[in-house]
């Protein structure tokens, strides 16, 4: 048996999500989603910051995201909507995929990520 290699893996895990598109984020938000930047501390000086997320170093975002996990972060709860934004959506798809695993039933992340949505915010279709 061959190990899948990343874009299967990529795939896999998209499967399970319901992507969010930049388009959509305001909306998702309105409705109680609750947004996380998993990015490095330097993309988000260099790059920016993303307005109303929360912050987890993707090294600790199980335990700070799992509800029933004594380091979770107060707004996080099984049944509630959690957008992961990476870089470029690519990061974010394999952790929500294991968010999916936690309980997080509905962990997903968004369709380009954190520069995407930067582009949109400069360039507005």
Known sequence: MTT????QL???A?????RVEVD????EVAAGALVVDIRPEVNRRDE???PGAAVVDRIVLEWRLDPTSPASLPEAAAARRVILVCNEG???SLAAATLIDLGLADAT???GGYRAWSASRHHPT
Not at 4 to 7: G, T, V
């Open 24 to 27: 959509d984020l305001d909306a």
């Open 10 to 12: 990529l795939e896999v």
């Open 4 to 7: 899948p290699h990343i874009d």
């Open 90 to 92: 690519y990061a974010s």
């Open 48 to 50: 920016g910051e993303l």
């Open 109 to 111: 992340d968004l369709v």
């Open 14 to 18: 998209r499967q399970r999500l319901r």
